[in-house]
């Protein structure tokens, strides 16, 4: 069975730019989360997609923001990049959502390395 | 919101030996606990899960505790090998209806032969 797979691997951008990143999960998982890592900071949930419905919201500017298809496949978006976005962004994905009696755990891609100049 | 701890950056032991990581949280009574490897460009990989009426959790080396009076959770690897190098991280949900996982910054483990 194919893992969670993120594209692209590395990205780099330009303060300004915009951004889009894409998430494959694991066929038949429907819950899609996404994640920024930094040195600073460790991991920080940024929102979570259930069903093509935006479930949770992390405390991240408006600048960021997500969706998730039919297939469950997921896309974020990062408009007007400061250099305070470069980071590790990590998707993960679930049979089900995060919370309730679920208890899920998370399985995680290996991330989109974003840098910004 | 959550606080969670791990209990230093960085942990070295030498091989053979047990090496334990804590994970402690403030705030909110977790529902329920995971903990994570990671590896250097890799994102993290589930490794246990222990629920707040779960003492203890083992799969092979690996042993977890939960103690909700303390606020904690331990992580043991036993006959710890080189292999075992890697950042482990703790995760906490509340278990409420729109949960999410609240991660601690990790504990950079090396295990030297």
């Known amino acids: 069975k194919a893992g969670v797979t993120q594209t692209p691997r590395y990205l780099i951008k330009t303060r300004g730019q915009q951004v889009t990143l894409s998430c494959s999960p694991i066929?038949?998982?429907?819950?899609v989360s996404w994640y920024q890592q930094t040195p600073g900071q460790g991991l920080q949930f940024l929102f979570e997609?259930?069903?093509?419905?935006?479930?949770n919201k992390g405390n991240f500017p408006g600048r960021f923001s997500g969706r998730q298809f039919s297939n469950s496949r997921s896309e974020m978006n990062v408009s007007t990049l400061e250099l305070g976005d470069s980071a590790l962004y990590l998707c993960a994905s679930s049979l089900e959502p995060t919370g309730g009696v679920s208890n899920q755990p998370q399985h995680f891609g290996d991330g989109t390395r974003l840098s910004i100049l | 919101s959550q606080k969670i701890e791990q209990n230093s950056e960085a942990l070295n032991i030498q091989e053979g030996k047990t090496a334990t990581l804590t994970c402690n949280y403030t705030?909110?009574?977790?529902?329920?606990l995971q903990w994570y490897r990671q590896d250097p460009g890799r994102g993290p990989v589930f490794l246990l899960l222990i629920r707040e009426n779960e003492k203890e959790k083992r799969k092979e080396r690996l042993k977890v505790t939960f103690d909700t009076t303390l606020k904690q959770s331990l992580f043991h690897i036993t006959a710890s090998q080189p292999a075992d190098s890697a950042t482990y991280l703790c995760a906490l949900d509340r278990g409420s209806t729109l949960g999410r996982l609240y991660f601690g910054r990790g504990t950079q483990l090396t295990v030297w032969p």
């Open positions: 066929s038949g998982h429907r819950s």
């Open positions: 997609y259930f069903s093509e419905t935006q479930r």
């Open positions: 705030n909110y009574s977790p529902a329920y």
